[in-house]
């Protein structure tokens, strides 16, 4: 084959590849991702840990949401857990409280469920509650 006809063959290999480019591009950006959102009660497996958020309730301390959990035993009850509100994503707090998860709180053994209540710093508005695991998030409403 002579040069001039390799580069012309190159570039429209190049040509090619830059519009294949594009169209994924394309593609990918009018993707929706859409995280499901689970009615309070309703229980979801993530990975290797089942979840259930009971009941999300608002005071002048902050809030209060009363989880259960099963799964890996040893692994913090805390980790993972957020509160969406007021546009901002807030992390539980790890004090000690009665009743409450804080940083030590761990999963029991693979069968047993614990049950506890996460605290969060008061917010106005609260959107959801969500676990993340494994990659895969769910989220709870009120």
């Not at 009850?77 to 998860?101: F, H, M, N, Q, Y």
């Amino acid at each position: 084959m002579k040069t001039r006809n390799l580069i012309i063959l190159s570039i429209c290999c190049g040509l090619l590849i830059l519009f294949a480019g594009g169209f994924k591009l394309f593609q990918v950006a009018t993707d929706r991702a859409e995280v499901p959102v689970n009615l309070l009660g309703k229980e979801s497996t993530i990975g290797d840990m089942t979840v259930n958020v009971q009941s999300i309730t608002e005071n002048s301390d902050g809030i209060s949401v009363s989880i259960a959990m099963r799964g890996v035993a040893g692994d913090s009850v805390i980790d993972g857990w957020r509160l969406l509100g007021d546009g901002k994503v807030l992390e539980p707090s790890g004090a000690v409280v009665t009743g409450a998860c804080d940083a030590s709180t761990v999963v029991l053994d693979d069968e047993a469920t614990i049950q506890c209540v996460l605290r969060f710093a008061a917010v106005k508005a609260v959107q959801a509650v969500a676990y993340t695991r494994a990659g895969e998030q769910r989220q709870w409403a009120p």
